[in-house]
């Protein structure tokens, strides 16, 4: 199992896409065992290294994993996770976040795609502290941000009124 993720960040100043799309393939071939990368003086780069991910493993999903991996990974992770299973607070959290994604989507079948900026407007009634109707959208496309509980239950909020007017 691999230590560390190591990734190289290269800076460049802005230019068009066509170029930046050379560029990249220009350093995906330089970084061939035994290649070397030359840049030009405007152009910087930095190797970071991120964390090992402490037993957890990302796979695609719905991808297998081989027994021996599985065997590899639960020798290691059994010394550091203790208690693998979260805690009932988060388990009725996650079930609540995913209730307000379903009434979201729901909601947005039955009325159509321009009632999320109702949606939002209905979420807060200052401007700044609403939940913008792209969030709304990223939320109803499985491409939920990562939000506070209170930000997910202002949404919910806004649904209990707008489904209670439409009644």
């Not at 030359?38 to 090992?52: A, G, R, S, W, Y």
């Not at 496309?141 to 939000?147: E, S």
């Amino acid at each position: 199992m691999q230590t560390a993720n190591n990734i190289l960040l290269v800076r460049v100043p802005e230019t068009k896409l066509e170029n930046l799309r050379a560029l990249r393939d220009f350093v995906l071939e330089s970084l061939v065992p035994g290649g070397l990368l030359v840049l030009p003086e405007d152009v910087t780069l930095e190797v970071i290294e991120l964390p090992t991910l402490g037993g957890v493993l990302v796979a695609a999903r719905g991808q297998e994993l081989l027994e021996a991996e599985q065997s590899d990974l639960t020798t290691g992770a059994e010394e550091r996770i203790t208690n693998p299973d979260p805690p009932a607070a988060d388990q009725s959290e996650v079930a609540e976040k995913r209730a307000i994604v379903r009434r979201l989507k729901d909601y947005r079948s039955a009325n159509g795609r321009g009632c999320l900026d109702k949606v939002s407007e209905k979420t807060a009634h200052r401007k700044e502290a609403r939940i913008s109707a792209d969030t709304l959208r990223d939320i109803a496309g499985d491409c939920a941000p990562k939000m506070e509980l209170s930000e997910w239950r202002k949404i919910a909020r806004a649904l209990d009124s707008l489904e209670t007017a439409s009644c």
